[in-house]
């Protein structure tokens, strides 16, 4: 997963919204979201490393991870961090900072959103910070939480005007924000620890190019009932939208015995 957004109570109906792109290179294989036999939760599986970068459990906790690039960039081999989602969702704790902290040597840096869906945290490892999220429209994406990226300042902007727009909330405005491919400028380009050409490529929401791209886009929204609903869309290379999915999160764990 390489950014988020998440607008908490600013919208009526629906006081949690949650975009969010998973961005990686094309070769590496990849099952699509759908429900784990072991351990039961709904997400996508990264098959060349069995964890995933987004899941919820039936009880409705949620996780999510982004990588935190920081120089220096190191190559040294550790653990998986798509490990770090499976650990929170089987978890029964909401807050896992502590936890967390004590593992962080064993991963490269990241963000990790979790928690209830009443209630989301995000760690921080290089800083070794937990926050809260409060009321409004936040984003994450390879550094800290809320930072001032063009894509991350774009995407807010986006999200909240998408809300503010419209009583009823609109899937398909969702998942055309997550598909915008505008570019930063070079001069307002972060500077993460990769070559230029990485830097302004990375530097759209959606990212499209023959070895690396956004790989799928998944929109999650409760609305005041307490009903949540998740949309799952995967695309080709070229960036082109090949498969959709919906998922009602009261019904979708119904086929599989939860203990």
Not at 200 to 208: K, R
């Amino acid at each position: 997963m390489c950014i988020l957004f998440i607008a908490i109570e600013q919208h009526p109906k629906y006081p949690l919204i949650i975009c969010a792109n998973r961005d990686e290179f094309h070769q590496r294989p990849t099952e699509a979201m759908h429900v784990w036999q072991q351990p039961i939760i709904l997400a996508g599986k990264d098959l060349q490393a069995g964890g995933t970068w987004l899941g919820l459990s039936p009880k409705g906790k949620f996780a999510a991870l982004t990588n935190f690039r920081k120089l220096p960039l190191s190559e040294e081999a550790k653990k998986s961090r798509g490990d770090l989602v499976l650990q929170v969702l089987a978890s029964t704790e909401n807050n896992l900072s502590d936890e967390l902290s004590k593992q962080t040597n064993q991963y490269h840096g990241f963000n990790l959103i979790h928690g209830s869906l009443n209630q989301l945290y995000c760690y921080d490892s290089v800083n070794n910070q937990c926050h809260q999220l409060s009321k409004g429209v936040h984003s994450i994406c390879n550094g800290a939480l809320d930072d001032i990226w063009p894509k991350m300042a774009r995407g807010e902007k986006l999200l909240s005007d998408t809300i503010h727009l419209q009583e009823d909330l609109s899937i398909d405005r969702l998942f055309d924000l997550m598909t915008n491919d505008k570019q930063a400028l070079p001069n307002l380009l972060p500077e993460t620890g990769l070559s230029e050409e990485w830097e302004q490529l990375l530097s759209a929401i959606f990212i499209v190019s023959p070895t690396y791209g956004t790989r799928s886009t998944t929109i999650i929204t409760k609305n005041i009932e307490g009903n949540v609903e998740v949309y799952d869309r995967t695309y080709a290379p070229s960036g082109e939208f090949v498969a959709e999915q919906k998922f009602t999160l009261a019904t979708v764990f119904d086929s599989v015995v939860l203990v």
